[in-house]
Protein backbone atom coordinates (compact mmCIF):
# COMPACT_ATOMS: atom_id res chain seq x y z
CA UNK A 1 0.00 0.00 0.00
CA UNK A 2 3.26 2.00 0.25
CA UNK A 3 2.18 4.11 -3.34
CA UNK A 4 -1.23 4.65 -1.95
CA UNK A 5 0.36 7.18 0.61
CA UNK A 6 1.26 10.86 0.16
CA UNK A 7 4.21 11.89 2.36
CA UNK A 8 4.01 15.45 3.73
CA UNK A 9 6.40 17.38 5.69
CA UNK A 10 10.28 17.86 6.52
CA UNK A 11 11.17 14.37 6.36
CA UNK A 12 14.85 12.72 6.47
CA UNK A 13 14.01 9.45 4.41
CA UNK A 14 10.92 6.92 4.50
CA UNK A 15 11.25 3.29 4.18
CA UNK A 16 8.73 0.63 2.87
CA UNK A 17 9.04 -2.16 5.94
CA UNK A 18 9.82 -5.50 4.21
CA UNK A 19 8.86 -8.36 5.83
CA UNK A 20 10.44 -11.29 3.84
CA UNK A 21 14.27 -11.32 3.33
CA UNK A 22 15.71 -10.91 0.38
CA UNK A 23 16.63 -14.51 -1.04
CA UNK A 24 12.64 -14.89 -0.77
CA UNK A 25 11.60 -12.11 -1.89
CA UNK A 26 13.61 -12.65 -5.20
CA UNK A 27 11.47 -15.97 -5.28
CA UNK A 28 8.43 -14.46 -5.24
CA UNK A 29 7.24 -12.46 -8.38
CA UNK A 30 6.36 -8.93 -8.40
CA UNK A 31 3.38 -7.48 -9.61
CA UNK A 32 1.42 -3.91 -8.03
CA UNK A 33 -1.91 -3.78 -6.80
CA UNK A 34 -4.23 -1.12 -6.47
CA UNK A 35 -5.24 -0.51 -2.97
CA UNK A 36 -7.68 1.11 -1.22
CA UNK A 37 -8.43 2.20 2.18
CA UNK A 38 -11.19 3.26 4.34
CA UNK A 39 -13.47 0.09 4.70
CA UNK A 40 -14.95 -0.84 8.29
CA UNK A 41 -12.24 -3.03 9.08
CA UNK A 42 -9.27 -0.95 8.31
CA UNK A 43 -6.98 1.06 10.65
CA UNK A 44 -3.57 2.43 10.78
CA UNK A 45 -1.10 1.77 13.92
CA UNK A 46 1.23 4.68 14.40
CA UNK A 47 4.72 4.59 16.71
CA UNK A 48 7.11 7.26 17.48
CA UNK A 49 10.53 6.07 17.93
CA UNK A 50 13.58 8.22 19.49
CA UNK A 51 16.92 8.05 17.39
CA UNK A 52 18.11 5.04 19.70
CA UNK A 53 14.84 3.34 19.07
CA UNK A 54 13.02 3.49 21.98
CA UNK A 55 9.45 3.48 21.99
CA UNK A 56 7.54 6.95 23.34
CA UNK A 57 4.48 6.72 21.57
CA UNK A 58 1.95 4.70 20.15
CA UNK A 59 -1.87 5.06 19.11
CA UNK A 60 -3.63 2.08 17.76
CA UNK A 61 -6.21 3.85 15.69
CA UNK A 62 -4.40 6.55 13.92
CA UNK A 63 -6.86 9.33 12.60
CA UNK A 64 -4.77 12.01 11.53
CA UNK A 65 -4.72 11.25 7.79
CA UNK A 66 -6.74 12.98 5.25
CA UNK A 67 -7.26 12.63 1.50
CA UNK A 68 -5.43 14.70 -0.96
CA UNK A 69 -7.14 18.09 -2.29
CA UNK A 70 -6.13 17.38 -5.26
CA UNK A 71 -8.77 13.94 -5.93
CA UNK A 72 -11.67 16.09 -5.54
CA UNK A 73 -13.32 14.29 -2.44
CA UNK A 74 -14.87 16.05 0.28
CA UNK A 75 -15.02 12.84 2.50
CA UNK A 76 -15.36 13.16 6.89
CA UNK A 77 -14.08 11.21 9.66
CA UNK A 78 -16.82 11.02 11.89
CA UNK A 79 -15.61 9.75 15.54
CA UNK A 80 -15.76 9.54 18.93
CA UNK A 81 -12.77 11.52 20.60
CA UNK A 82 -9.46 10.04 20.24
CA UNK A 83 -6.58 10.95 22.91
CA UNK A 84 -3.33 10.50 21.35
CA UNK A 85 -2.11 7.00 23.02
CA UNK A 86 -5.48 5.55 23.80
CA UNK A 87 -7.12 3.03 21.80
CA UNK A 88 -10.84 4.13 20.15
CA UNK A 89 -13.32 0.62 20.21
CA UNK A 90 -16.11 2.14 18.39
CA UNK A 91 -16.90 3.92 14.87
CA UNK A 92 -13.35 3.27 13.58
CA UNK A 93 -12.72 3.95 10.00
CA UNK A 94 -13.80 7.03 7.40
CA UNK A 95 -18.02 7.83 6.87
CA UNK A 96 -18.48 8.78 3.61
CA UNK A 97 -20.15 12.52 2.80
CA UNK A 98 -20.22 11.60 -1.12
CA UNK A 99 -23.63 10.04 -2.36
CA UNK A 100 -24.48 6.68 -0.88
CA UNK A 101 -23.90 5.03 -4.25
CA UNK A 102 -20.42 5.97 -4.19
CA UNK A 103 -17.47 2.74 -2.78
CA UNK A 104 -16.44 4.90 0.42
CA UNK A 105 -12.93 3.80 -0.35
CA UNK A 106 -10.15 5.66 -0.95
CA UNK A 107 -7.13 4.73 -3.70
CA UNK A 108 -4.89 7.79 -1.78
CA UNK A 109 -4.36 9.27 1.61
CA UNK A 110 -2.06 11.71 3.00
CA UNK A 111 0.02 12.16 6.33
CA UNK A 112 1.67 14.43 7.75
CA UNK A 113 4.40 12.86 10.32
CA UNK A 114 6.28 16.30 11.22
CA UNK A 115 2.66 17.51 12.20
CA UNK A 116 1.79 13.88 14.06
CA UNK A 117 5.01 14.94 16.38
CA UNK A 118 4.27 18.64 16.85
CA UNK A 119 0.65 17.45 18.49
CA UNK A 120 2.14 14.93 20.63
CA UNK A 121 4.25 17.77 21.91
CA UNK A 122 7.87 17.22 20.02
CA UNK A 123 9.00 20.40 18.68
CA UNK A 124 12.33 19.81 18.20
CA UNK A 125 15.02 16.63 17.94
CA UNK A 126 15.40 13.21 15.55
CA UNK A 127 12.43 10.86 15.73
CA UNK A 128 11.28 7.94 13.74
CA UNK A 129 8.22 7.39 13.23
CA UNK A 130 5.99 4.58 11.59
CA UNK A 131 2.51 3.58 10.32
CA UNK A 132 0.97 0.26 9.79
CA UNK A 133 -1.96 -0.11 7.72
CA UNK A 134 -3.75 -2.88 8.43
CA UNK A 135 -7.32 -4.27 8.15
CA UNK A 136 -8.62 -6.53 11.05
CA UNK A 137 -9.46 -10.36 9.74
CA UNK A 138 -10.12 -12.17 12.79
CA UNK A 139 -10.81 -9.78 16.19
CA UNK A 140 -9.35 -6.85 16.55
CA UNK A 141 -7.21 -4.61 19.04
CA UNK A 142 -9.40 -3.59 21.12
CA UNK A 143 -10.42 -7.27 22.51
CA UNK A 144 -7.24 -9.27 21.44
CA UNK A 145 -10.11 -12.30 21.38
CA UNK A 146 -7.26 -14.89 19.96
CA UNK A 147 -4.86 -16.70 22.85
CA UNK A 148 -2.06 -19.33 21.63
CA UNK A 149 -3.31 -22.65 23.42
CA UNK A 150 0.01 -24.38 21.97
CA UNK A 151 3.41 -23.62 19.90
CA UNK A 152 4.93 -26.32 18.14
CA UNK A 153 8.45 -27.56 19.47
CA UNK A 154 10.26 -25.57 16.53
CA UNK A 155 7.93 -22.80 17.54
CA UNK A 156 6.92 -22.39 13.69
CA UNK A 157 3.54 -23.65 14.08
CA UNK A 158 0.82 -21.84 16.49
CA UNK A 159 -2.75 -23.23 17.50
CA UNK A 160 -5.04 -20.29 18.76
CA UNK A 161 -8.77 -20.23 20.05
CA UNK A 162 -10.51 -18.23 22.30
CA UNK A 163 -13.18 -17.74 25.63
CA UNK A 164 -15.15 -14.64 24.10
CA UNK A 165 -15.86 -16.13 20.14
CA UNK A 166 -17.82 -19.33 19.28
CA UNK A 167 -17.54 -21.93 17.04
CA UNK A 168 -19.00 -20.50 14.32
CA UNK A 169 -17.41 -17.23 14.96
CA UNK A 170 -13.75 -19.59 14.78
CA UNK A 171 -15.12 -21.19 11.59
CA UNK A 172 -16.61 -18.13 9.65
CA UNK A 173 -13.28 -16.19 10.24
CA UNK A 174 -10.91 -19.30 9.29
CA UNK A 175 -12.69 -20.04 6.26
CA UNK A 176 -12.72 -16.59 4.59
CA UNK A 177 -9.02 -16.52 5.27
CA UNK A 178 -8.45 -19.59 3.72
CA UNK A 179 -10.78 -18.92 0.76
CA UNK A 180 -8.75 -15.90 0.27
CA UNK A 181 -5.37 -17.71 0.30
CA UNK A 182 -6.58 -20.58 -2.25
CA UNK A 183 -8.80 -18.13 -4.74
CA UNK A 184 -6.17 -15.28 -5.16
CA UNK A 185 -4.29 -15.00 -8.19
CA UNK A 186 -1.54 -13.51 -6.42
CA UNK A 187 0.51 -15.01 -3.15
CA UNK A 188 -1.37 -14.31 0.28
CA UNK A 189 -0.66 -14.10 3.60
CA UNK A 190 -1.66 -12.41 7.46
CA UNK A 191 -0.04 -11.34 10.47
CA UNK A 192 0.07 -12.36 13.74
CA UNK A 193 -0.46 -9.04 15.46
CA UNK A 194 0.84 -9.12 19.51
CA UNK A 195 0.52 -4.98 19.70
CA UNK A 196 3.30 -2.64 20.26
CA UNK A 197 4.61 -3.31 16.70
CA UNK A 198 5.38 -6.85 17.36
CA UNK A 199 4.30 -9.21 14.38
CA UNK A 200 4.64 -12.35 12.36
CA UNK A 201 4.40 -14.08 9.35
CA UNK A 202 1.84 -16.39 8.63
CA UNK A 203 1.72 -18.05 5.54
CA UNK A 204 -0.51 -21.04 5.83
CA UNK A 205 -4.14 -21.39 7.64
CA UNK A 206 -6.24 -24.43 8.86
CA UNK A 207 -9.52 -24.85 10.57
CA UNK A 208 -9.88 -27.50 13.69
CA UNK A 209 -13.28 -28.45 14.68
CA UNK A 210 -12.34 -29.71 18.21
CA UNK A 211 -15.14 -30.99 20.56
CA UNK A 212 -13.85 -29.02 23.38
CA UNK A 213 -13.67 -25.32 20.49
CA UNK A 214 -12.54 -24.48 17.50
CA UNK A 215 -9.23 -23.63 16.92
CA UNK A 216 -6.84 -22.19 14.09
CA UNK A 217 -3.97 -23.75 13.12
CA UNK A 218 -1.33 -21.07 11.51
CA UNK A 219 1.79 -22.32 9.60
CA UNK A 220 4.60 -19.46 10.39
CA UNK A 221 7.31 -17.89 7.90
CA UNK A 222 9.80 -17.93 10.62
CA UNK A 223 9.78 -19.03 14.35
CA UNK A 224 8.58 -17.23 17.24
CA UNK A 225 10.81 -15.55 19.40
CA UNK A 226 10.74 -17.36 22.89
CA UNK A 227 9.68 -13.93 23.96
CA UNK A 228 5.93 -15.09 22.91
CA UNK A 229 4.58 -17.79 24.90
CA UNK A 230 1.21 -19.55 25.03
CA UNK A 231 -2.08 -18.05 26.59
CA UNK A 232 -0.95 -14.39 25.32
CA UNK A 233 -3.08 -12.41 23.06
CA UNK A 234 -3.36 -11.46 19.41
CA UNK A 235 -5.33 -10.76 16.72
CA UNK A 236 -4.79 -11.39 13.00
CA UNK A 237 -4.75 -8.61 10.37
CA UNK A 238 -3.21 -8.77 6.56
Given amino acids: MADNIKIVGNILSTT ?9 TNLIASRKLQENFGGTNDYIEYYVYDIGGNLLSLNYNYLNYKLPTSIGLTPGVSTLPNTIGSIQ ?3 VGIDSILATTTNPLYPIIEIDPVKDLQDLGYSSGEFQVRYNLFQNKISDFSNEALFIKEISQ ?3 EIRLTSTTLNNDQIENGSVALIDKINNSNYYVDYLLNFGNNEQYIAVNVALNKDPGGYEILFKLY ?3 PLTIQEKQTL ?4
Fill in 16 to 24: TVSRYSSQD
Fill in 89 to 91: TTD
Fill in 154 to 156: DRT
Fill in 222 to 224: QPL
Fill in 235 to 238: WIVE
